[in-house]
């Protein structure tokens, strides 16, 4: 029996150990190293002398700091909400289609989704291009006059947004078709032979039944829109005037443009803990909310 158990602590440990190791090496270190320096006036490589909360001090006292979180907060705004909302009203229509239709849809909503965020980017630049774009005319229509869009403070967080949704909300209506697909067709029946309509079926059934995918999807899109950065890097750079400047950019640039390694790591932490933050506090509030369906 000794020798048993013995041999079962011996294959268990021999199982575990290489995701520990794995995980101790790309994650735990990193993010041990990413604390210590954000205490140090350190550059990306080498060390530094430790300066306390300087870095944090510093920051704290960074306008373009505020005006980051508060891009960020915008940004979330015109994606979070619009991208579940949109999402499920196409997740709704998908499923009312059958056979090769469907799947004919599903693959025009998903195929953006497997594009490389360089790719989007590079479709989005040349149909908005201010002098060439093919989407011009319509905003044109709108308007009266053509927009540079990625160049005007007002329109480039939108712009961008666009981008956004369309690039990544094939997923999202992944994720509400297996939710709508769980949900048993017997309810439906049910409540039809009651006379209930089709508003009726869908607040009272689908939707309650729907809330657990929809607050993942919420909660994802959160987490994911925070850190936004590839779209914003790649289309604007953070401009017009900072007015698309967000966290990760200020971290990107002070890392390695301008080689201030502690600074950098300090801005990384207060964007995680930020994260971790808003992410725990709107899970909650949309369990407390699902706990009263």
């Known amino acids: 029996m000794i020798r048993n158990k013995a041999r079962h602590r011996l294959v268990a440990v021999s199982l575990i150990l290489p995701f520990v190791a794995i995980f101790a090496l790309v994650f735990a270190y990193p993010v041990i190293e990413v604390v210590r320096m954000s205490f140090t006036d350190a550059p990306l490589i080498g060390g530094g002398e430790w300066i306390g909360l300087g870095n944090y001090i510093r920051l704290f006292s ?137 508003r009726q079926l869908f607040w009272r059934i689908t939707w309650p039944l729907l809330w657990p995918v929809t607050a993942l999807v919420l909660t994802l899109q959160l987490i994911l829109q925070l850190k936004i950065f590839d779209q914003i890097y790649l289309l604007s750079e953070g401009g017009p005037f900072n007015s698309s400047y967000v966290l990760l950019l200020m971290v990107y640039r002070e890392a390695f443009q301008l080689n201030h390694g502690g600074y950098a790591a300090a801005i990384s932490l207060v964007l995680f803990l930020l994260i971790v933050v808003i992410s725990v506090l709107q899970f909650q509030i949309l369990r407390i909310g699902g706990k009263g369906k």
């Open 62 to 198: 960074d306008k373009l700091f505020y005006t980051s979180v508060v891009n960020n907060g915008y940004f979330v705004l015109l994606t979070v909400i619009p991208t579940t909302v949109i999402a499920l009203a196409i997740a709704l229509a998908v499923n009312r289609l059958s056979g090769r239709m469907q799947a004919l849809v599903l693959v025009m909503f998903f195929t953006p989704y497997v594009l490389p965020v360089s790719v989007v980017t590079q479709i989005w630049a040349w149909m908005l291009d201010f002098q060439f774009g093919i989407l011009q005319p319509v905003i044109e229509f709108f308007t009266g006059k053509p927009v540079p869009v990625f160049k005007n403070p007002h329109w480039v967080m939108p712009t961008v947004a666009t981008v956004t949704i369309w690039w990544t909300n094939g997923f999202n209506v992944l994720l509400f078709l297996a939710g709508l697909r769980n949900i048993p067709s017997e309810l439906y029946e049910a409540a039809a032979l009651d006379g209930a309509t089709r």
